[in-house]
């Protein structure tokens, strides 16, 4: 079973910065596309960025500029770096995981909560 663990999540004032970390467990790290969501109350589910297995990226214009999405595949860790944090950055923010050769495998941690606030 793959499982995903996020942390590093908590309460920060606005412009100032957070490191996200995921840990995943169960499987070969290697072979996944990593991304990091976010959901805010009553709002969907959005894309952060994500980085593939070939570690490319990719980000939503939102936070571009501010965050940024690296794994390290010995510590099968992908990390989400978040500077210049905005009100409007605070949402749950969630790890995902996707095999390439099968898009309907799909695997989701339990959530981290960032909340940004002066």
């Known amino acids: 079973q793959v499982q995903l663990v996020e942390s590093g999540g908590g309460l920060v004032q606005p412009g100032g910065s957070l490191r996200l970390s995921c840990i995943v467990s169960g499987s070969d790290f290697s072979i996944y596309n990593m991304g990091w969501y976010r959901q805010a109350p009553g709002e969907q589910r959005e894309l952060v960025a994500t980085?593939?297995?070939?570690?490319?990226?990719n980000y939503a214009d939102s936070i571009k500029g501010r965050f940024t999405i690296s794994r390290a595949g010995a510590k099968n860790t992908v990390y989400l770096q978040m500077n210049n944090l905005k009100p409007e950055d605070t949402a749950v923010y969630y790890c995902?995981?996707?095999?390439?050769?099968?898009?309907?495998?799909?695997?989701w941690g339990q959530g981290t909560q960032v909340t940004v606030s002066s």
């Open positions: 995902n995981a996707g095999r390439p050769s099968d898009s309907s495998r799909v695997y």
């Open positions: 980085i593939g297995v070939g570690f490319e990226t």
